[in-house]
């Protein structure tokens, strides 16, 4: 490519007075670089310590580490046009670590990247591609900043637009050394201009949304491992996230990592109809109150940044989380600031206080009596688990009480039954404590989970199956806190294994199954529910479908709770689904259902069928 850099090496020398202007003019953004990292550093290390939290295996955060951070596979997967051309600019800058740290020395006579030489020669030219495609890249990323201007980035700053013209100003000049003679005026004056433009880019990274440039490696290794996973409490005196002497190191970090780019906005069922929660306020917020307060301040965290009805909009569904390029675990953090208000008394709820006390009195989140889970088990012959059966049937809240749980269970034992296997439902069950846990009631919680474990421990349970995600993952991750859960599975594992001992429905249908996000996001279980419902009929998809599944609005305890304000998170996904065509909505999850009963109930005689994929599956089924 023409004569090799000399900008950025020898074999141009410099004088003494030129060395001494370097070094004057660097230690200004050197200086403005450390003045703003520095507190920013001292803020993440004087938080609280983790609790819980392991570095070890290794193994796992390095993978992630490659496949995220060096790959950016996550950054191109979630919007791949964007995502790539943020991808090529990383890729550049990675290329250009060489390259830098070769242009500072060479004013020393220090250079160490030979232009004459062939290993020199070679990279030199190796990072002349990133350059090309780096400019190209940031041009692009401008045009859809400034001009295309998706509303998820928010409003435009200055700041995007002085970064880009630094990047490009960067790449320009790299590129235009390739075309000059070496010793020329022309190349001194490119890389003078290199230098400066590099000089003016170092102070700006920690004081813009680009710190997450050397933040985010960081934050993405240091992950809890587990997705959306609630970190333990560390003891009695830790009621959550209550005011900023309870921020941990994690959370911190992910604070000053957000890169704002929208993404768990863009997805959020609760910001998408009309709500006042924004994931991405809540980690600025964290932010923010950070910036003003510190790490050791006994202000609360809900009040200035962050309002504490927007916590309680959540439905947990791991949207954000999922969606986030740099690591940041919005579940965990939200579900903190619940804990903070919940165990400290601040929230005051109506519905959630009856949610409560109903599961303090009772044993059901539905508030109903234990005598008509009885009368269900009896009226439909359910054997009682004795501990010789494989299979322990989790009934749960909903299959227990909700009508259309019910229905699901009765499908679900009919399949069981005709494929021999053999099965049981304990003599009495308590709700496992998904809804408080993840609205944070952490006493009334850990009262029902130590119930639960007890209670299969007395019955000698090997192995649960169930019809609820949520009761899966709370109890397969939740429990692990207070003892050790036996193996659980979903019922939609357990019949996609045994689709080939199942007759399809003679009545063929178009169906459109909907991921449950505690199935799908939670669990990675996203083919077996619909191979199991293809025994029923043809499937097509709803445009969001499978990782980027919508929603249903019931998670995170909020079907207890209710929605105040816009539109209802599941009416919203209901017409999605029915826009399909399809005549048959299948589902894998009863709260899925019972949302969706009530958003088509509205639609009246035009409304698409909901079945489970038990039903569905026991369609084939003799009578």
């Known amino acids: 490519m023409g004569n090799i850099l000399p900008i950025l090496a020898e074999p141009q020398s410099f004088s003494a007075t030129e060395r001494l202007l370097f070094l004057a003019l660097a230690a200004a953004p050197v200086y403005g670089f450390c003045r703003r990292l520095w507190p920013i550093v001292s803020k993440i290390l004087h938080s609280k310590k983790d609790p819980g939290f392991h570095l070890f295996p290794i193994g796992r955060r390095v993978r992630d580490f490659v496949w995220e951070v060096m790959f950016q596979a996550k950054v191109i997967r979630e919007r791949p046009l964007a995502g790539f051309a943020h991808a090529l600019v990383f890729w ?76 490009f100003a960067l790449m320009a000049t790299y590129l235009a050394a390739f075309f000059v003679p070496e010793a020329s005026a022309a190349a001194r004056a490119l890389w003078w201009a290199h230098t400066i433009t590099l000089l003016a880019f170092l102070p700006v990274i920690p004081h813009t949304k680009h710190l997450h440039l050397l933040l985010s490696p960081f934050t993405i290794f240091l992950s809890r491992g587990g997705f959306a996973e609630i970190p333990p409490l560390a ?112 929230w005051e709820d109506d519905q959630g206080a009856k949610l409560f006390l109903a599961l303090e009195r009772g044993s ?31 009934l749960g809240c909903m299959g227990a009480y909700d009508p259309r749980g019910r229905e699901i269970v009765v499908a679900l034992v009919k399949v069981m039954r005709h494929l021999g296997a053999s099965f049981g439902v304990l003599r009495k069950e ?3 404590g998904d809804p408080v846990r993840r609205l944070g009631n952490d006493l009334l919680f850990q009262q029902l989970a ?31 806190a207070y003892g050790t859960p036996p193996e659980v599975e979903h019922h ?11 007759p399809p429905a003679q009545d063929k249908e178009k169906i459109v ?18 191979r199991v419902a293809a025994l029923a009929g043809e499937l097509v998809e709803a445009p969001r479908s499978h990782e980027r599944s919508f929603c249903c ?46 958003a088509f109930a509205s639609k009246g005689e035009g409304a698409p069928e909901l079945m489970d994929i038990a039903q569905l599956a026991a369609r084939g089924l003799p009578e």
């Not at 192995?463 to 609820?468: L, R």
């Not at 939609?492 to 199942?502: D, K, M, P, V």
């Open 92 to 167: 550049a800058f990675c290329a250009f670590a060489l390259v830098t740290l070769n242009h500072c020395a060479t004013i020393f006579g220090l250079g160490f990247l030979n232009p004459l030489g062939r290993v020199g020669r070679f990279y030199f030219d190796f990072a002349a591609v990133f350059a090309v495609a780096c400019a190209a890249a940031i041009c692009g990323l401008f045009v859809r900043r400034f001009v295309v201007q998706p509303k998820w980035l928010g409003p435009v700053s200055w700041e995007s637009g002085l970064i880009a013209l630094l990047i």
């Open 235 to 346: 003891d009695d005196e830790d009621f959550g996230l209550v005011a900023g002497k309870d921020l941990t190191q994690l959370v911190s970090l992910q604070a000053y990592s957000c890169v704002e780019c929208g993404r768990c906005m863009e997805h959020c069922p609760a910001n998408n109809t009309g709500k006042l929660l924004n994931p991405k306020e809540i980690v600025l917020g964290l932010r923010g109150y950070l910036n003003e307060y510190g790490p050791a301040s006994e202000e609360p965290l809900l009040g200035k940044y962050s309002a504490q009805e927007a916590v309680f909009e959540c439905t947990t569904c791991g949207a954000c989380e999922f969606q986030c390029p740099v690591g940041i675990e919005h579940v965990p953090i939200i579900v903190g600031l619940r804990r903070g208000a919940v165990n400290t008394g601040a």
């Open 364 to 394: 059901n989140s539905l508030g109903m009596s234990a005598a008509e889970r009885d009368k269900f088990v009896e009226k439909n012959a359910l054997p009682i688990f004795d501990g010789t059966q494989e299979y322990c049937l989790w």
């Open 430 to 432: 308590k709700c496992t």
């Open 450 to 480: 130590e119930s639960g474990l007890d209670a299969l421990a007395q019955n000698r349970v090997k192995k649960i199956i169930t019809i609820c995600p949520h009761c899966v993952r709370t109890i397969q991750e939740d429990w692990k």
């Open 492 to 502: 939609s594992e357990f019949l996609a294994r045994y689709t080939g001992q199942l």
């Open 513 to 530: 199954f909907h991921d449950p996000c505690y199935l799908g996001r939670y669990r990675g279980v996203y083919e077996e529910p619909r």
């Open 553 to 598: 609005g019931a998670g995170g305890g909020l079907v207890f709770l209710g929605e105040e304000k816009g539109q209802r998170v599941s009416h919203v996904r209901a017409e999605e689904l029915a826009a399909t065509g399809a005549s048959v909505v299948g589902t894998a999850c009863p709260f899925c259902n019972t949302m969706f009963q009530d």
